[in-house]
Structure formats: structure tokens, C-alpha cells
């Protein structure tokens, strides 16, 4: 059996591409926007937020949710969503040592 192409990484870097490729669809960029800006746990209002099937903004969601971006916890019917705090400052914290480690270089 061969290796994958992620073998070849270390477990930082795949972590990182993992949370990059979550958030690399602008829905799912409207829906982190939306929970940071009510700033609490969201029950039915994103399928209203958005211009999106319930079962597209559910499978943005359940991406969100896989790398653990946000976290749900079922309130009756539903499933509230809001920010998972640890996972937001990881990622946060791996992106932006990444990119304040350019110091500007003159090239081409």
C-alpha cells in the first residue's frame, strides 16, 4: 500500500490545510461571519441568512463542524451552532504566525 500525499507533511501543516479548505467556500465564510457577529449559539436562522438550500447550508455546516471550527448541540428539534472558542484561536494563531513570518523579500 502506498503513501498518501499527506504522509509526506508534517501534522501542523495538515491541520492547517484542513481548516483552510473548511473555510475555502464563501458560504461557509457568510456562515462564520454570521455566528461572530451574533456572537452566540444559532438555531434556525442561517437557512433565513443565506441564499441556500437547508441541506446545502447543512452540508457547510457539518464541513465547519468536522474540523471543529464550530461545535452544535441539539436544543429539542434543532441543532444550535456557534463558535468553538479553542479550535477559532488555533487556527487563528497557526495562520497568523504564517503570515506574519513574511518579511518582505524583493523578488521578481
Known amino acids: ?9 508534517n501534522d501542523k501543516q495538515n491541520r492547517m490545510a484542513s ?3 473548511a473555510i475555502g467556500h464563501p458560504a461557509r465564510i457568510a456562515i462564520l461571519e454570521f455566528l461572530l457577529k451574533k456572537n452566540t449559539c444559532i438555531c434556525g436562522d442561517l437557512v433565513e441568512e443565506l441564499p441556500l438550500s437547508q441541506a446545502t447550508v ?8 468536522e474540523v471543529g471550527l464550530i461545535k452544535g448541540e441539539i436544543e429539542g428539534t434543532s441543532v444550535c451552532y456557534c463558535i468553538d472558542e479553542k479550535v ?7 495562520f497568523g504566525k504564517l503570515f506574519s513570518s513574511y518579511k518582505g523579500v524583493k523578488c521578481c
Open 88 to 94: 477559532w484561536n488555533e487556527a487563528k494563531e497557526a
Open 1 to 9: 500500500m502506498g503513501i498518501t500525499k499527506t504522509d509526506n507533511f
Open 19 to 21: 481548516l483552510a479548505k
Open 58 to 65: 447543512s452540508q457547510h455546516l457539518k464541513a465547519l463542524k
